[in-house]
C-alpha cells in the first residue's frame, strides 16, 4: 500500500522554527554536550533512568550518536540519542527537554535531527520504548510496531535456564573473555 503523505509528515513551519530564528541550535557535537546536565536530567528527573550514574551516562552519551538542542546563549536545553551501527539499527532513547523549555517544539526538534542525521539515512526503521508520550512521536510520524510476533526480548532479571547470567552472584563465568 502506497504511503500515505499527511500535513504531520512535511509540515509546511517546524514547531522549532521560531526558536532557530532566534538563535537556537540543534547539533551532533559532542564538545557542546553539557554531560552534567544531561546526567542531572537523566538522574534526578526521568522516570525511566532514575539513579543513573554520571559514569553510566557518559557511556551512554560515547556510544550513541547523540543530539542536543541548545539556546541562544549555548545552554543545553534537551537531548536525545540514538543508540546505531548506522547500517541496520536506530533505537532512539533518552529524549529529554528541560522542564521550562517544553511545549516549543525542541523535542520534536531532537527526535528529527535524529531521524533525517546523514549518518543514519540509510536506516530504513527506527525503533523506541514510551511509557506516556506516544502523541509526542507520532507527531514525528512514530507509529506502533506493526509486526509484534516478529520481535522478541531477553530480560536480564527473569534470566534464562538455557543462557543464566553470568553476572549475577554465584553464577558461571561468562564464556566471552
Ligand atoms: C516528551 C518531551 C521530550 C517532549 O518535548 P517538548 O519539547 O515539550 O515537545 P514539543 O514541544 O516538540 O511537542 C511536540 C508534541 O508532543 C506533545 N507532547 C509533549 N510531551 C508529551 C507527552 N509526555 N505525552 C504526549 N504528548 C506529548 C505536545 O503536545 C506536542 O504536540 P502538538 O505539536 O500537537 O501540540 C518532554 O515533554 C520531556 O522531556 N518530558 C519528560 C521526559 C520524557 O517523558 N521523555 C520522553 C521519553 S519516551
Request: with cysteine.
Amino acid at each position: 500500500m502506497k504511503n500515505v503523505i499527511t500535513s504531520l509528515d512535511r509540515p509546511a513551519n517546524p514547531p522549532w522554527q521560531p526558536l532557530q530564528a532566534e538563535g537556537w541550535k540543534l547539533s551532533d557535537s559532542p564538545e557542546l554536550l553539557d554531560r552534567h546536565q544531561v546526567w542531572r536530567w537523566l538522574s534526578l528527573e526521568a522516570a525511566w533512568s532514575r539513579g543513573r550514574s554520571q559514569e553510566a551516562v557518559n557511556t551512554s552519551l560515547d556510544h550513541s550518536l547523540t543530539v542536543g538542542v541548545y539556546d541562544p546563549a549555548g545552554r543545553q536545553r534537551g537531548v536525545a540519542r540514538c543508540v546505531t551501527d548506522r547500517v541496520a539499527v536506530g533505537f532512539i532513547d533518552d529524549v529529554y527537554v528541560d522542564a521550562d523549555h517544553r511545549g516549543k517544539g525542541v523535542g520534536r526538534w531532537l527526535v528529527c535531527g535524529l531521524l533525517q542525521h546523514r549518518l543514519l539515512r540509510g536506516i530504513s526503521q527506527f525503533t523506541l520504548v514510551t511509557e506516556d508520550a506516544h502523541a509526542h512521536y507520532a507527531a514525528s510520524g512514530f507509529t506502533p510496531l506493526t509486526k509484534l510476533q516478529r520481535w522478541m526480548q531477553w530480560r536480564r532479571d527473569t534470566g534464562s535456564a538455557y543462557t543464566p547470567d553470568p553476572w549475577a552472584p554465584g553464577s558461571p563465568p561468562s564464556s566471552v573473555s
